[in-house]
């Protein structure tokens, strides 16, 4: 069935240190991956993404790799902050069908002070 | 901030009862999404609307439509409503000339009793 998996459902880092939440895909026709950040009673909030023709792409902080071989998608962030605690979906989006994303369950990123 | 405004933010009907969820999408954008997110899973894809028509559904049974109005702000209708449907519920919009990124609104809790 659908799915979007993710390897750990939590995860808990030390103040400053690098965070890598992975994900793994199930669909081979899925040509777009987003990372939502999403905190207590808020909607997701967009972080980062990639397409299906790239491998790598950083932004502030973050940097999401896209490995296509073995339908693994992961979301490194730098110097992890109590900010960045919060759960954090990946989601595909499917090739000609149109705005559907298909998320997972969800990572649970606990920062300690 | 996303620019994607939902209303109400929290909700209680009875079972059997029908509601309306508003959504106002993020300024240009012409393509409305909406999923469900019950506690502790990530969103379920509900439907998505183009230019007033929908354009694809996920596993979501006919009580669920919605519209989208000439300004691109949509709502979604639940009818004979269930314990089940008790859930957060997420708005999303997006466009082309953004680039397709997805973004969410704040999302309206629905509480069935």
């Known amino acids: 069935g659908e799915s979007v998996g993710l390897h750990l459902p939590t995860l808990s880092v030390q103040e400053g240190d690098n965070s890598i939440i992975n994900c793994a895909y199930s669909n081979s026709a899925s040509d777009y991956f987003i990372w939502y950040k999403q905190e207590s009673g808020k909607g997701p909030q967009f972080i980062i993404d990639?397409?299906?023709?790239?491998d790598k792409r950083q932004g502030q902080r973050v940097t999401v790799l896209l490995n296509k071989t073995v339908k693994h998608l992961s979301l490194q962030i730098a110097a992890t902050q109590p900010g960045d605690s919060a759960v954090y979906f990946c989601a595909e989006k499917i090739y000609n069908q149109g705005g559907k994303l298909i998320f997972g369950q969800g990572t649970e990123l606990s920062v300690k002070p | 901030e996303t620019g994607v405004t939902q209303s109400p933010t929290h909700l209680i009907k009875t079972r059997g009862q029908q509601v309306t969820l508003r959504c106002s999408s993020q300024s240009g954008h012409n393509t409305v999404s909406w999923y469900q997110q019950a506690l502790g899973q990530g969103p379920q894809f509900i439907f998505q609307?183009?230019?007033?028509?929908?354009?694809g559904r996920g596993n979501f049974p006919p009580r669920f439509s919605g519209l989208q109005f000439p300004n691109y702000s949509s709502e979604l209708n639940v009818n004979a409503l269930e314990l089940d449907d008790s859930a957060l519920y997420l708005c999303?919009?997006?466009?082309?000339?953004?680039?397709?990124?997805?973004?969410f609104g704040e999302g309206s809790w629905l509480t069935v009793v």
């Open positions: 990639i397409r299906s023709n790239m």
């Open positions: 609307y183009y230019r007033e028509e929908e354009n």
């Open positions: 999303a919009s997006s466009s082309v000339d953004s680039g397709n990124t997805i973004y």
